[in-house]
């Protein structure tokens, strides 16, 4: 097993298909003997869980976007330090579905708040944890919409609120092409799975 751990976070807007291109994945590295971890922001943990709900189904008025902000990085504060963290010092390959770039193309570029305070108050969140690789599937916005699936207030957004989305987790990925692996994600499900098997088995070393 490598040691240390890693993580991966696959990302992407809504409808592009990354929890089920995860699960497939953490499906496909087990088969090889690895030890993989699945889990999720937000929700991960149980206050993660009770976050979730605050932010994607609030009882009264939505949080402000400071608010919706400081909700998402307190789940990833509570995730990294007891569900990330651990799992990465034995050795597990962990598996989020979304992480930091989220943050940043949700609450940076959609809801335009400053880039460089979201950047800022994240890395406190993930207190030194980074993915060793992003994968971001992409669709075209129109796609994605007919896809998704839920009545979180996310999918109630208008289209030029997820066409930021998009555009933002583009722009991360061409800002470090080491880091990032951009995915087709209009190919089909088999496909999809080939190239996202590829990226990780190239980050892990492995063939």
């Known amino acids: 097993m490598r040691e240390p751990g890693c993580l991966i976070a696959f990302e992407g807007t809504e409808g592009a298909g990354k929890s089920t291109q995860l699960q497939r994945a953490a499906v496909a590295l087990r088969s090889r003997g690895l030890d993989v971890l699945e889990t999720r922001e937000p929700g991960g943990t149980a206050l993660g869980t009770a976050l979730r709900r605050l932010v994607m189904h609030p009882a009264g008025p939505p949080p402000t976007p400071v608010a919706e902000l ?4 307190a789940d990833r504060a ?3 330090a007891e569900v990330i963290a651990p799992a990465c010092a034995k050795g597990h390959i962990v598996l ?3 992480f930091s770039a989220s943050t940043l193309a949700y609450q940076g570029y959609a809801r335009q708040l400053d880039l460089e305070m979201v950047t800022r108050l994240d890395a406190i ?3 030194g944890v980074a993915p060793a690789l992003t994968l971001v599937l992409d669709c075209p916005v129109e796609v994605g919409l007919q ?3 839920g009545d979180d207030r996310f999918h109630r957004e208008e289209r030029e609120f997820h066409a930021r989305v998009r555009a933002g987790f583009l722009a991360l990925a061409q800002g470090e092409p080491r880091r990032y692996c951009v995915v087709d994600a209009t190919a089909s499900s088999d496909r999809v799975h080939e190239h996202v ?3 990780l088995l190239q980050c892990l070393k492995l063939r």
């Open 147 to 149: 896809r998704a699936r």
């Open 125 to 127: 969140a993930r207190a």
């Open 197 to 199: 098997m590829q990226a």
């Open 70 to 73: 400081l909700l998402y990085l």
């Open 78 to 80: 509570q995730h990294v």
């Open 96 to 98: 989020t579905d979304r």
